[in-house]
């Protein structure tokens, strides 16, 4: 709580506070008035002139009622006794006064005021606040002090006054603790409270009586009064007359409270007992009900069908009564004596919870036919008292002899039948209540006809109320200071599926706190308090149930559709098993202005995990609409389609993170380039992931079209990098120079050795740049660039997939229209048929979708063409004069390559495949790729490379053959061994060469390498300068056909 604001809540309640001591105020006053009247009824003054002869008349009704208006006082003195934070929050604004006091301009307020609120508030507090409100009404003055009625010295009032609370109390002491026990627990309380009057009042005790008092103890040990407040009798009785109390000894008790503690451990260990013998009565109980409620009424049967009845709706009324009281002590006990209460216990008792208000649910459900019932059970009450007394009537009236008593006797019993005939109100009962204490005096009833009267009487005021009275008995308010047992019966519940419709029952128990609540007087408004306890029990009901519920149907459907994993033992005969499908039976649950659909929190939560795991991976689509499919079928939920765009199971790496990670993943992958295919390099699995055209066109179908275009543009920023690289290589002096220097050495050789690019020279070059150095790893500056090249060339082999993916994908998507020469127009079609504006909208979207996926299919960009025309002018440019020796490296380049090529190879076949791999044709590309962006093919076909280095190793293989058929004269074995070797390897790597020579050939396909740069410009003006002849003729034509028009 913030800082002031238990002074601000305080300062909200004081209108109330006023509000309760206008209230005891006023109790004091009845009270007063009550004692008055009663003594001046029995007056013990013989001479004086008496109101009515009120010998042998008994009004025990007015002692009753006087009982209950102590009770309400007394409870008010327990509830504030009990309210510790009412009192510190008191004891904070009476600071918070004194403060005001010493500068009270600083709040606002005139000085003047103060004074009289302070007297106000001291007043409040020596009323209400010190625990003396039952005690300041029974110390008031009750003598007159100007000669009026007089009471303590009242004898005859006295006796009476004491027979009355002896009488109330034999009759309270029998039925104290049976099955038909009504209200006898709240009329002790109230005779306590008028024994402790009577004492005040007269200072005379009756010992046996007082002890009479307290040996209730052990049968009741504790009265709760109101919700959560419990009392103890013993306590009372030995605080408010202490004079008694030490008549007794000690030991008696002391073992009253050792009693109490026994009680409730006998109370917890009984309560799994009570709930079983409860449950049957109480259903049984409500069969009775189903069936007598159901039942034809037979005119003939009529009175003893309503006795039937009314038996019945009492029985269920006596049942609500003891188990509400069984719940309220026992809850309570454990709270207020602070002790444990065991996990068994607490399930008990909210089983009782729920057997209460399953009483409370059976008079609600069936009201209508309880409401007529009623009415007639009344009436027939009525009539068996009327009976009763007309028959004593006319025993009065035979008696010949008058005397102003018999009369007194006879306007009673005329009053108390004239009160019957009519509506049973409270009013009237209570005036034939009073009536019949005057009238059965004189031994006008026999003993057989009073009892049966006074048993009609008591079924009348049930009867009459019983819709109040169940509704009191069935009120589970208190279960607001016990909310902590919550959270253990729903984890009973979903222990225990099986009944999980009791959940209704504890909800509406719960909701009965909410009318409390809203007379709630110290917050701006009582909203705020009902918000913090719907938040709470929200909060519970998620964690301790619906929380677990969710997870618990997840993990079942994740097994099930995992069963081929073998994860646990799911065997039912050993882990058990609960079917949890009966929570998605049930309705949905009212709380507070919600209902609580059970089964729609879980479907809602499993369809949104489902499409956000889908969402992360959306290759799982696959498994999530198994689980779906099965959550339908196992559980009932109704599923919504998650309408993610599916991807296969065999989608590879997806185009977004090849995009996203270019640089990664050209390093990583190799490219092959005839079958369309892309290999990774290495893996730590035990398998290599490849990715091919239906990968990309699975991916592309995923995120649509518009991701091809983004993908090349992020190719084109990745080459920009790596051309920078290239061109710094090139720029090299070290480099520079050797190319410069084999260039000048072919053009002087080059007549003389057939226009052949010589291979030692080749060689040369790659041994002379080892010596410039080498990396850890052992690669030379060759190596790197060599390196660099193939990566250019994954990035075009990576650009050209995608194209065939793109391809793949429109003829996949175009394969449902049956002829792509002839689309039928469907706007067109619509509109003749004239059709709504919503078909029409439809119709056009559907043709542009056709168009697009005809247009897709039929070209597909040329994206190698933007490709060389973005970077063909930058290369070609006079600044980068030096990539124009780019033609002369590449033979070492070759060479290069292809002694990696044949070691990645050779790894193949040994153990440790580091480094291992059969295709690389991103280097093919590469070299292709830069030659034409610098227009260096014819440059690098006058090298003749290829076939230098066929002749070169043809010329090597015919010699060592030659060798072969010398030395097998010989027979030298050895030699032999090593001739056929060197042939081997020799064989290896013209085929490798050649393999080289026509990934090359391929490659430079894609980049139209029959054409020169000049040559590409020439045939670009010529179809530029054709377009426009064309639009020429156009215009010439329309010119000569205008005057015609004219």
């Not at 506070?17 to 009550?34: A, D, G, I, K, P």
């Not at 042998?56 to 208006?69: A, I, P, S």
């Not at 008696?399 to 008593?405: H, L, M, T, V």
Request: glycine share 4%; net charge neutral.
């Amino acid at each position: 709580m913030v800082e002031g604001d238990c002074q601000i809540q305080m300062g909200r309640f004081i209108s109330f506070l006023q509000e309760l001591s206008c209230f005891v105020t006023r109790c004091y006053e009845v009270v007063m008035n009550v004692v008055h009247q009663l003594a001046a009824l029995y007056i013990s003054n013989k001479i004086a002139p008496k109101i009515i002869e009120t010998t042998g008349v008994h009004f025990q009704t007015m002692y009753e009622h006087l009982g209950e208006l102590l009770t309400v006082l007394l409870t008010l003195d327990e509830i504030i006794d009990n309210h510790i934070t009412l009192k510190d929050h008191w004891t904070m604004y009476k600071r918070l006064l004194k403060s005001v006091h010493h500068n009270p301009s600083k709040f606002g307020i005139q000085e003047e005021k103060l004074k009289p609120f302070e007297k106000f508030l001291l007043k409040l507090e020596g009323q209400l606040l010190d625990g003396m409100i039952f005690q300041a009404c029974i110390e008031q003055q009750f003598d007159s002090l100007n000669g009026g009625v007089s009471v303590s010295k009242n004898s005859t009032f006295a006796e009476e006054f004491a027979h009355s609370i002896r009488s109330i109390f034999a009759n309270v002491e029998a039925k104290l603790g049976e099955p038909s026990e009504i209200d006898q627990r709240d009329k002790y309380v109230g005779i306590c409270g008028l024994f402790v009057l009577h004492f005040q009042i007269f200072r005379t005790i009756d010992k046996k009586f007082y002890k009479s008092l307290l040996d209730i103890c052990k049968k009741v040990p504790a009265i709760t009064l109101t919700a959560n407040i419990i009392w103890f009798p013993d306590n009372f009785l030995i605080r408010k007359i202490p004079a008694a109390a030490k008549l007794l000894d000690r030991k008696s008790l002391q073992a009253i409270k050792i009693h109490r503690d026994t009680f409730l451990q006998q109370k917890a260990q009984s309560l799994t007992k009570d709930v079983q013998s409860y449950y049957v009565f109480v259903s049984s109980w409500m069969m009775k009900m189903e069936s007598i409620l159901s039942k034809e009424q037979r005119m003939d049967k009529f009175a003893e069908d309503l006795t039937n009845r009314c038996n019945v709706f009492i029985q269920g009324f006596l049942y609500a009564y003891s188990i509400s009281t069984i719940i309220k002590t026992t809850m309570n006990l454990y709270m207020s004596m602070q002790k444990p209460m065991t996990k068994t216990s607490v399930k008990a008792l909210c089983r009782l919870v729920e057997l209460l208000k399953a009483i409370e649910h059976m008079f609600y459900r069936r009201s209508m036919v309880v409401a007529d019932s009623v009415s007639h059970i009344t009436q027939h009450l009525q009539h068996q008292a009327l009976n009763s007394i007309s028959v004593a009537k006319k025993r009065v009236i035979s008696d010949k002899k008058y005397s102003e008593q018999r009369l007194d006797v006879l306007s009673a019993l005329v009053l108390a039948e004239n009160t019957l005939n009519g509506p049973s109100t409270k009013q009237r009962r209570l005036i034939v209540s009073l009536a019949l204490s005057v009238g059965t005096q004189m031994k006008t009833f026999k003993d057989e006809e009073l009892f049966p009267l006074q048993v009609v009487m008591k079924k009348l005021d049930l009867i009459s109320e019983l819709r109040e009275r169940v509704q009191t008995q069935c009120d589970c308010c208190f279960l607001y200071w016990h909310r902590a047992v919550f959270p253990i019966y729903l984890d009973d519940v979903y222990e225990n599926a099986v009944d999980a419709a009791r959940l209704h029952y504890m909800f509406s128990a719960l909701r009965d706190c909410v009318p409390a609540m809203m007379h709630a007087r110290h917050l701006a408004s009582y909203e705020i308090l009902l918000d913090c306890y719907d938040k709470e029990i929200m909060e519970i009901l998620n964690e301790h149930l619906l929380d677990k519920l969710c997870k618990e149907i997840e993990k079942d459907l994740r097994l099930s559709v995992h069963t081929h994993l073998k994860l646990d033992d799911r065997n039912p005969f050993k882990v058990g098993m609960k079917d949890l499908a009966l929570f998605f039976s049930l309705n949905p649950i009212r709380f507070f202005n919600r209902f609580i659909d059970i089964r729609a929190y879980v479907t809602h939560y499993l369809d949104k995990t489902f499409y956000n795991l889908t969402t992360v991976a959306l290759h799982d689509w696959a498994t999530y609409s198994e689980m779906r499919n099965l959550a339908t079928q196992r559980y009932g939920l109704v599923m919504t389609e998650a309408h993610l765009p599916s991807q296969t199971l065999e989608q590879g790496l997806d185009v977004l993170e090849i995009m996203r990670n270019i640089h990664i993943f050209v390093s990583r992958y190799l490219y092959n380039l005839n079958n369309q295919i892309f290999i990774e390099r290495t893996s730590n699995n035990k398998h290599l992931n490849t990715i091919n055209i239906r990968h990309i066109a699975n991916s592309i179908r995923t995120h649509g079209t518009g991701i091809m275009n983004t993908t090349v543009n992020f190719t084109y920023q990745f080459l920009k990098k790596k051309f920078y690289i290239f061109s710094q290589f090139m720029y090299d002096e070290h480099i520079k120079s050797r190319l410069i220097k084999d260039i000048r050495f072919f053009r002087e050789i080059k007549d003389q050795n057939d226009h052949k690019y010589p291979f030692d020279r080749a060689e040369k070059f790659n041994r002379g740049i080892r010596k410039l150095g080498i990396t850890p790893e052992g690669q030379s500056y060759l190596d790197q660039f060599r390196q660099l090249i193939s990566q250019i060339g994954n990035a075009m082999g990576y650009v050209r997939m995608i194209r065939s993916g793109g391809l793949h994908c429109s003829s996949n998507a175009i394969r449902f229209v049956p002829d792509l020469e002839d689309i039928v127009n469907f706007e067109e079609l619509v509109k003749e048929e004239g059709l709504a504006e919503e078909t029409l909208k439809a119709a056009r979207h559907l043709d542009s979708v056709l168009s697009d996926h005809t247009r897709n299919s039929a070209e597909g960009t040329e994206y190698f063409k933007m490709l060389v025309d973005v970077f063909a002018p930058e290369f070609r440019r006079p600044k980068n004069i030096h990539l124009r020796n780019f033609y002369i490296i590449v033979p070492p380049l070759t060479l290069n390559f292809v002694e990696h090529s044949i070691s990645c190879k050779e790894k193949l076949n040994k153990k440790n495949k580091i480094g291992a791999a059969f295709t690389d044709d991103g280097f093919a590309m590469g070299v292709a790729y830069i030659l034409k962006l610098l227009d260096q093919y014819r440059e690098f076909d006058s090298l003749h490379w290829f076939q230098s280095v066929r002749e070169k190793y043809l010329k090597e293989i015919r010699a060592v053959a030659k060798q072969q058929n010398v030395q097998s004269t010989s027979q030298d074995e050895k030699l032999l061994q090593t001739m056929n070797l060197t042939q081997k390897r020799l064989d290896v790597y013209l085929q490798e060469f050649e393999l080289l020579y026509f990934s090359l050939s391929s490659a430079r396909i894609f980049f139209r390498a029959d054409k020169t740069a000049a040559e590409e410009n020439q045939e670009k003006k010529e179809k530029e300068e054709e377009t426009k002849t064309n639009n020429g003729d156009l215009s010439d034509s329309t010119g000569s056909a205008d005057p015609v028009v004219k």
